[in-house]
């Protein structure tokens, strides 16, 4: 069974920098799709950006241009480098992996708490 594993949340002060790392169990290789997602205290459930073995990449509106999502197979790790914070960007923060990019998430972290102050 796969297993994800989030880290590198914490508190930081609006306009300030976290990198997210997601590290797996197994060979991230064999993922067509990875992944961040997060839910913030009374909203929904959001996709946050996705990353294809393709390295085709999206990214919600509300994070283009701040947030940058990687993948390095050989340390089997997928990374969010989120810049430029906004309280909003308050949230659990998930990691995803999937065998087919066209279908949900296979797979997922227990997630990471990112609080963004004013």
């Known amino acids: 069974q796969v297993q994800l594993v989030e880290s590198g949340g914490g508190l930081v002060e609006a306009g300030g920098s976290l990198r997210l790392s997601c590290a797996a169990s197994g060979s991230i290789g064999g993922f067509n799709l990875l992944a961040w997602y997060r839910q913030g205290p009374g909203k929904q459930h959001e996709l946050v950006a996705k990353i294809t073995t393709g390295e085709i990449i999206n990214y919600a509106d509300s994070v283009k241009g701040r947030f940058t999502i990687s993948r390095d197979n050989a340390k089997n790790t997928v990374y969010l480098q989120m810049n430029s914070l906004k309280p909003e960007d308050t949230a659990v923060y998930y990691c995803?992996?999937?065998?087919?990019?066209?279908?949900?998430?296979?797979?997922w972290g227990q997630g990471t708490q990112v609080t963004v102050s004013s």
């Open positions: 995803a992996a999937g065998l087919r990019w066209y279908s949900s998430p296979d797979y």
